[in-house]
């Protein structure tokens, strides 16, 4: 007998085992002793709008019965060694994912990525913290798992016409992350986690007879009339095969240069613009949670979203929330020496002293008139710029511009800043020299509203450290709605983040599935 349950649980009974056991049986009327009883919880969310926190908890109790798994996948990996390859360009999400399809399909990928494996990486990053050295190969951006790698792991995604959410969360389940992401209806797996998680996906890639190659950049195409034929390294390798899955990432400046420089359509794309956010974790806390300044055991770091549309020179922008990391950290971005750019990310129990998001506005090109000489490449020199003057004045090396938050909107330079998570640290200075009027003011409006929206979130005990502009692809790679190759190039699937079709860790896993299923049912299974 299986039956089913919607519960309405406190924090502690929800996350106590023992505790949710005695209450889903009581609830569903079974005795406590009875044999051979199984309870699980199969969707949990908090539920904040309350004077208390309340955690909703869909359950499943077996009497007598077998539970099925909470995982139903199961691999069905060909050997691929001797196949026909296909040739992927960027290790992130999109390339991983795409590479596990092709292999699932009977054909072998051929995995290039310009940066390191994921643990050879980490001695980059510490460069960037420690030393303010950016390899432009290999940095929170560019190495194996592409920046999803050193990240808060988010896997929520509203994106569901491109694939199967859920399978890709049984596949990254399959390969070491917590079956809690099946569970939880914001799930997220750490920055601690993902590397080995990275790890395995890619040995998983290697055992069925895929390549993968490190250090490995593409700069020139094979192109034989108007199809797309392989790629060429750095180092003149010429790499062949039925087709190109390219999924470089939205920082992949070079190669929507290349793009363009082969004539090779691409097109200028809106794109975010903003500052990271940094409180102290227990202030947001007491915020959402109406707890004080101890939200207690059982409930998870709170995070915010945030949305306000304002008005500046007679035009509407969106100012957002976006990548909101919970007892997280702020780290530096940068692809290349001589700009500065701030992410976020957080471990896997978010237990980090301070709470970051990042704020920004929406730019549309139409903003951006100094910059139309630059055709489909528009947006992009303008974000380099913005990034390129933001390291200058956080003194040309990795150290951030920042201010306090009411500060800024009463343009003072902060007399003093606050503790922070960015480790290659901050200098003071006045945020609306670094910023575009038009990104500035509607910050400043924005800040406002959210502090009515959540009260205490606009307080100088917080700051703005800057810039967060990597929000998603200045590019987009046009391609067909339904083949999903490129519009122009024959053999050529614009894929992930970097083309500007998907925006986060899943959708872009999704994205890599179909450009491999698309490319295969084109040119290989015919």
């Known amino acids: 007998m299986k039956k089913e ?9 929800a996350y106590i085992p023992e505790l949710f056991k005695e209450v889903a049986l009581r609830t569903a009327q079974i005795p406590s002793d009875k044999d051979q009883v199984f309870v699980r919880q199969v969707k949990r969310s908090i539920d904040a709008r309350g004077r208390n926190v309340k955690i909703n908890v869909q359950a499943e109790i077996f009497v007598n019965e077998t539970p099925g798994a909470l995982l139903d996948y199961e691999p069905s990996y060909k050997n691929v060694h001797q196949s026909d390859p296909i040739v992927i360009v960027g290790a992130g999400p999109a390339g991983l994912f795409a590479a596990l399809r092709a292999i699932e399909l009977g054909i072998k ?16 990053l510490a460069a960037i913290n420690k030393e303010h050295l950016v390899n432009p190969d290999s940095n929170y951006c560019f190495g194996e798992g592409g920046a999803g790698t050193y990240s808060d792991g988010k896997l929520y995604t509203r994106s569901k016409k491109r694939g ?12 070491g992350a917590t079956e809690e992401i099946l569970v939880d209806a ?6 601690n986690k993902l590397p080995k998680l990275v790890e395995d996906l890619r040995e998983t890639i290697l055992a069925f007879g895929g390549e993968v190659l490190f250090d490995t950049r593409v700069e020139d195409f094979v192109l034989e009339g108007n199809e797309l034929k392989g790629v060429i390294t750095q180092n003149g390798d010429k790499i062949l095969g039925e087709g190109v899955i390219l999924a470089t990432g939205h920082s992949a400046r070079d190669i929507f240069e290349l793009l363009q420089r082969k004539q090779i359509v691409i097109e200028a794309k809106p794109f975010a613009l ?24 059982y409930l998870p770091a709170s995070a915010y979203s945030l949305v306000q549309q304002t008005a500046f020179n007679k035009k509407q922008r969106g100012v957002f929330s976006f990548c909101m990391c919970p007892g ?7 692809t290349s020496p001589g700009e500065l750019v701030v992410n976020g990310m957080s471990p896997s129990r978010r237990d980090g002293k301070f709470a970051n998001s990042g704020i920004v506005v929406s730019v549309e090109l139409e903003d951006l008139p100094k910059y139309r000489k630059f055709g489909p490449l528009a947006a992009m020199h303008f974000q380099a710029d913005i990034e390129q003057k933001a390291w200058a004045m956080g003194g040309k090396s990795q150290v951030a511009p920042a201010q306090r938050m009411v500060d800024f909107v009463e343009q003072k330079v902060s007399t003093k800043l606050l503790d922070t998570s960015y480790q290659p640290g901050l200098n003071s200075v006045d945020m609306n020299e670094v910023l575009p009027d038009f990104i500035s003011a509607r910050l400043a409006m924005a800040f406002k509203s959210f502090g009515q929206k959540m009260k205490g979130y ?3 005990d917080s700051q703005l450290i800057g810039v967060e502009s990597r929000t998603s692809s200045p590019v987009r790679i046009p391609r067909d709605r339904e083949s999903f190759e490129h519009v122009q190039i024959k053999r ?35």
């Open 492 to 526: 050529l699937y614009p894929c992930g983040e970097g083309a500007g079709y998907a925006g986060g860790i899943v959708s872009a896993a999704m994205d890599g599935e179909r450009c491999a299923e698309k490319l295969i049912e084109a040119y290989v299974r015919r």
């Open 328 to 334: 997280g950290f702020i780290v530096p971005a940068a």
């Open 274 to 297: 903003g500052v990271r956010i940094e409180h102290s974790q227990n202030l947001i806390d007491s915020i959402q949670y109406k707890c004080g300044l101890d939200r207690g055991p």
């Open 109 to 124: 990928p051929i995995l290039i990525e310009r940066g390191k494996d994921v643990r050879a990486r980490r001695r980059d």
């Open 458 to 460: 606009y307080t100088n």
């Open 186 to 191: 914001h799930p997220h797996i750490g920055t």
């Open 164 to 175: 199967d959410v859920r399978r890709i969360m049984e596949i990254l389940v399959a390969h």
């Open 5 to 13: 349950l919607q519960l309405t649980l406190a924090p502690e009974v």
